[in-house]
């Protein structure tokens, strides 16, 4: 339950609140230079938040409208899963390489891109914290949760991964 402890001791201090598609999320840093992006639409230059998944938590498959660079800051490892235009996964391992192999400190999501995470069982820490920088910022309005039904119709190979990792099933 130390791990708990901990989980619990970082949501209060860093004021972290639900997120829609699972874990905990408090925006720390949003530009006030704003960016006209090439479909003319008007936003922040940057935005950040902490993002933590605790015990049995997942990012649940989603995509957003700008890249998305996550780091990894704590806990034990995450692993974000990127579902790429020809039909492939890639799977990126976050956390700290020098205690956990193949773990990189970072990682990008490309726009428009359907991503999900899990956290990577570990009997020491049952949490993972993380930032991720949004670029152009990040607004509710182009995020965009994924219906398992029709992921699967367009990347039929993932389809496990598919339905464990979501929330919505038509």
Known sequence: MLADFAADRLIK???LLPHPEG????????????????DGRQRSASTAIYYM???SDFSA????RSDELWHFHAGTPLDVHVLTSDGNLVTHRL?????????????MVPANYWFSAERV???SQDFSL?????????????????DASE????????????????????
């Open 13 to 15: 201090a860093l004021d």
């Open 61 to 64: 498959w989603h995509r957003i």
């Open 95 to 107: 956390g700290n390489p020098l205690a956990h192999h193949g773990a990189v400190f970072q990682a």
């Open 121 to 123: 069982p570990s009997g």
């Open 130 to 146: 993380l930032g991720c920088t949004v670029a152009p910022g990040f607004e509710f309005s182009e995020f965009e949760l994924a």
């Open 23 to 38: 874990g905990y999320f408090r925006e720390t840093y949003r530009s006030a230079e704003n960016v006209q992006c090439s």
């Open 151 to 170: 992921l699967v119709a367009n990347f039929p190979r993932q389809a496990d991964l598919i339905h464990r990792l979501s929330r919505r099933h038509a």
């Open 53 to 55: 998944l605790r015990d």
